[in-house]
């Protein structure tokens, strides 16, 4: 059985990639973010610090549990992407919300990271058949079961002592 620190790194491994994945979807292939990408990759990063600070400082439940309340968040933010896909008409583009993400430090300082220049319901080109957003559910979806599991495996090592 896989140690939950392995899980952790591996975990936070695969988060920073899918944002190295989306940059480069970005910076390659012209697949400009939206507002709901832009706050997906706050949520995958911080899913990726949740769980490298919980791996390296040995402080395991903890970094699985803000790594866990991301993840959560992803699911939600990748909900609303998924149905503005579904409905046609309903969008998400340049609108308060992506006024204020630009605004955000980290989207001056990043404009190539955090800057939303693209609009939701445009994000339907697909790789392997899936779109990008549906990636992004599956991604979150996994992520987010593989850290329930290691905070449960912590909890049943904790009242086997």
Same mark, same amino acid.
């Given at each position: 059985? %896989?140690?939950?620190?392995?899980? #952790?790194? *591996?975990?936070?491994? &695969? ?11 970005? #910076?390659?292939?012209? +697949?400009?973010?939206? %507002? ?7 949520? @995958?990063?911080?899913?990726? &610090? ?39 008409? @309903? ?5 308060? +919300?992506? *006024?204020?993400?630009?605004?955000? %430090? *980290?989207?001056? #300082?990043? %404009?190539?990271? @955090? ?8 994000? *339907?080109?697909? &790789?392997?058949?899936?779109? &990008? ?29």
């Amino acid at each position: 059985m %896989p140690r939950s620190r392995s899980v #952790l790194l *591996t975990i936070s491994f &695969i988060s920073f990639a899918l944002v190295a994945v989306a940059v480069y979807l970005q #910076l390659v292939h012209d +697949m400009l973010p939206c %507002p709901l990408c832009v706050i997906q990759r706050y949520l @995958f990063l911080g899913i990726g &610090i949740g769980a490298l600070a919980g791996a390296l400082s040995g402080k395991l439940r903890l970094g699985a549990g803000v790594a866990l309340l991301a993840a959560l968040g992803g699911l939600g933010v990748v909900g609303k992407h998924l149905y503005v896909l579904a409905n046609p008409g @309903f969008s998400c583009g340049i609108d308060p +919300m992506e *006024t204020l993400l630009n605004k955000f %430090p *980290t989207a001056t #300082l990043m %404009p190539w990271l @955090f800057k939303a220049e693209g609009l939701c319901e445009s994000a *339907t080109d697909g &790789i392997l058949g899936l779109s &990008i957003p549906q990636w992004s559910a599956l991604w979150f979806v996994l992520l987010t079961l593989s850290l329930v599991w290691v905070l449960r495996m912590r909890q049943a090592a904790r009242q086997a002592r």
